[in-house]
């Protein structure tokens, strides 16, 4: 992989990696105040209305979202600045237009959603709160799909961050003024997308503006962005089902209080899902560039590089994160929450597999082929569904953790296998990498029964030194190199 890529592969995931765990920890705190400020029933019953909001914005952006990452650096790399523009416009309009129209028809429902689905009156007016939001979300996703597809991994992480930001730091100033109940976080979530998009509102328009241009498009590209769209809207609503319809399943079947602690059972565990969603962001627009001047070798140097350092650097975070649930929900959310250290555990191998799933349609989505992903989710979709009407009436909550996790692994598997259709990367290490976890978890286990003292400081020392020992052993094993550490840095630093 030669240095220009190397060094743009690493900034891009130095700039989004810090952003992505900056947001992710906001995003988490927001959960943990809400959580300290609302009853378990109030805080499943906001972020079941939450996931309807998600499942409804995943509509309203129809696909155009993935479309608008995937053609500007192809036109940029072309020299094509007035198709760039026109699609940029041209996409903002028709998801914008849609917003509109669910948000009308949410609004006409309201009141059945409240009574027959949700089952509390209060479902109502936080509805009401999330339906201006929908719209506004149609920017903020706007603001972030530019700044991809012309690879500014800083603002782009920028805008994500301050998302999350803007939510938990609105969350603590109500709550601190005294507001309460569930309606909190729907005034908040409502303020923070507000201030959000008029803080790059301006930015964005002065981005675009050297771009614009009175020439048409060519003949043939709306039915390019529309046949790009099409299979990614599908993939996006497959991963809603895949990431969230438990959430709403779970609303049906079984009390709100369990939704809390599910829901706050996801949030830590999705703390882990910022590796993948990084690597995956970052890639997916190198790739289109470089498939584009058909240099696959390059690409295969990186997959061989990052599925070896993928996984070396998630396997002890997940074992921590299994090991330690029960102390960790008490800790964060209460005593209440404990029951669901299970279905942590479940879905803490699950990000296992999720992680490298997202690599995988990194690379589908940058070679233009986002039908293969489709037919993925919409499998892994079909799976999860079924699975989860079949499994939490049985087994509530752990049902749901059970039947997410196989999913992930139906999703990694089958993209492997189609990311091999195209490209060939060696997979590397993988046996001294499962030793150097077989050993960081004895240590981490014999540790944590030797010791007895305060539970942080019990686990600060166990954690310390199990991925000290984890660490040295990945150096003596050669799955990380100094060689690769020094070229890492150089490339990060060098300048030009």
Request: aromatic residues 14%; proline residues 2%.
């Given at each position: 992989m030669s240095s220009e890529y190397l060094r743009k592969?690493?900034?891009?995931t130095l700039f989004i990696g810090i952003f992505t765990i900056l947001g992710s920890l906001f995003?988490?705190?927001?959960?943990?105040?809400?959580?300290r400020n609302l009853t378990p029933a109030e805080f499943g019953l906001f972020?079941?209305?939450?996931?309807?909001?998600?499942?409804?914005?995943?509509?309203?952006?129809?696909?155009?979202?993935?479309?608008?990452?995937?053609?500007?650096?192809?036109?940029?790399?072309?020299?094509?600045?007035?198709?760039?523009?026109?699609?940029?416009?041209?996409?903002l309009v028709v998801r914008l237009v849609t917003a509109i129209i669910i948000?009308?028809?949410?609004?006409?429902?309201?009141?059945?959603?409240?009574?027959?689905?949700?089952?509390?009156?209060?479902?109502r007016p936080l509805l009401y709160l999330f339906i201006p939001v929908i719209i506004l979300t149609v920017f903020f996703q706007f603001f972030v799909n530019v700044y991809f597809g012309f690879q500014d991994m800083f603002a782009a992480g920028l805008v994500t961050f301050l998302n999350k930001f803007l939510f938990w730091l609105a969350c603590l100033i109500l709550f601190s003024l005294g507001a309460t109940g569930v309606l909190v976080g729907g005034w908040a979530l409502l303020l923070s997308i507000v201030v959000l998009v008029l803080l790059f509102t301006i930015p964005m328009l002065r981005k675009l503006k050297g771009f614009r241009t009175k020439k048409g498009p060519e003949h043939d590209l709306l039915r390019r962005i529309n046949r790009f769209a099409f299979p990614s809207i599908l993939t996006a609503v497959s991963g809603f089902v895949i990431g969230q319809i438990d959430t709403l399943i779970l609303t049906a079947l079984v009390s709100l209080t369990l939704v809390g602690i599910y829901n706050g059972v996801l949030a830590t565990v999705h703390v882990l899902s910022f590796l993948g969603g990084t690597l995956a962001a970052v890639l997916f627009p190198m790739v289109s560039e470089l498939w584009a001047k058909k240099d696959k070798r390059r690409i295969s140097e990186g997959f061989t590089?990052?599925?070896?350092?993928?996984?070396?650097?998630?396997?002890?975070?997940?074992?921590?994160?299994?090991?330690?649930a029960d102390i960790i929900l008490r800790t964060l959310f209460g005593e209440e929450f404990v029951i669901g250290a299970l279905a942590m555990r479940i879905l803490s191998l699950g990000l296992i597999f999720l992680t490298f799933a997202q690599v995988n349609f990194s690379f589908l989505s940058g070679i233009g082929k986002p039908e293969r992903i489709t037919r993925i989710m919409i499998i892994a979709a079909v799976f999860n569904a079924?699975?989860?009407?079949?499994?939490?009436?049985?087994?509530g909550i752990k049902g749901a953790a059970i039947t997410t996790t196989l999913s992930y692994l139906l999703m990694f598997i089958i993209s492997y296998v189609d990311v091999r259709k195209d490209m060939r990367f060696t997979l590397e290490k993988i046996?001294?990498?499962?030793?150097?976890a077989a050993v960081f978890l004895v240590l981490f286990t014999l540790l944590k029964s030797w010791l007895s003292l305060n539970v942080y400081l019990e686990i600060v020392i166990v954690l310390t030194a199990s991925l000290l020992a984890y660490a040295l052993l990945g150096f003596a094993f050669k799955i990380v190199t100094v060689g690769e550490v020094r070229r890492f840095s150089g490339a990060l630093l060098k300048r030009g």
């Amino acid at each position: 992989m030669s240095s220009e890529y190397l060094r743009k592969g690493i900034r891009g995931t130095l700039f989004i990696g810090i952003f992505t765990i900056l947001g992710s920890l906001f995003g988490f705190l927001t959960r943990l105040v809400l959580a300290r400020n609302l009853t378990p029933a109030e805080f499943g019953l906001f972020y079941a209305v939450f996931a309807l909001f998600m499942l409804l914005s995943t509509l309203a952006d129809l696909g155009y979202g993935a479309a608008l990452v995937k053609f500007i650096p192809e036109f940029l790399a072309t020299r094509k600045r007035s198709q760039l523009y026109y699609t940029a416009r041209y996409t903002l309009v028709v998801r914008l237009v849609t917003a509109i129209i669910i948000s009308v028809v949410l609004a006409a429902i309201t009141g059945w959603l409240a009574q027959h689905y949700f089952n509390d009156v209060l479902a109502r007016p936080l509805l009401y709160l999330f339906i201006p939001v929908i719209i506004l979300t149609v920017f903020f996703q706007f603001f972030v799909n530019v700044y991809f597809g012309f690879q500014d991994m800083f603002a782009a992480g920028l805008v994500t961050f301050l998302n999350k930001f803007l939510f938990w730091l609105a969350c603590l100033i109500l709550f601190s003024l005294g507001a309460t109940g569930v309606l909190v976080g729907g005034w908040a979530l409502l303020l923070s997308i507000v201030v959000l998009v008029l803080l790059f509102t301006i930015p964005m328009l002065r981005k675009l503006k050297g771009f614009r241009t009175k020439k048409g498009p060519e003949h043939d590209l709306l039915r390019r962005i529309n046949r790009f769209a099409f299979p990614s809207i599908l993939t996006a609503v497959s991963g809603f089902v895949i990431g969230q319809i438990d959430t709403l399943i779970l609303t049906a079947l079984v009390s709100l209080t369990l939704v809390g602690i599910y829901n706050g059972v996801l949030a830590t565990v999705h703390v882990l899902s910022f590796l993948g969603g990084t690597l995956a962001a970052v890639l997916f627009p190198m790739v289109s560039e470089l498939w584009a001047k058909k240099d696959k070798r390059r690409i295969s140097e990186g997959f061989t590089m990052l599925y070896r350092l993928a996984l070396f650097c998630i396997l002890p975070f997940a074992a921590t994160m299994a090991l330690y649930a029960d102390i960790i929900l008490r800790t964060l959310f209460g005593e209440e929450f404990v029951i669901g250290a299970l279905a942590m555990r479940i879905l803490s191998l699950g990000l296992i597999f999720l992680t490298f799933a997202q690599v995988n349609f990194s690379f589908l989505s940058g070679i233009g082929k986002p039908e293969r992903i489709t037919r993925i989710m919409i499998i892994a979709a079909v799976f999860n569904a079924v699975f989860n009407l079949a499994l939490i009436p049985l087994f509530g909550i752990k049902g749901a953790a059970i039947t997410t996790t196989l999913s992930y692994l139906l999703m990694f598997i089958i993209s492997y296998v189609d990311v091999r259709k195209d490209m060939r990367f060696t997979l590397e290490k993988i046996a001294p990498t499962l030793i150097s976890a077989a050993v960081f978890l004895v240590l981490f286990t014999l540790l944590k029964s030797w010791l007895s003292l305060n539970v942080y400081l019990e686990i600060v020392i166990v954690l310390t030194a199990s991925l000290l020992a984890y660490a040295l052993l990945g150096f003596a094993f050669k799955i990380v190199t100094v060689g690769e550490v020094r070229r890492f840095s150089g490339a990060l630093l060098k300048r030009g």
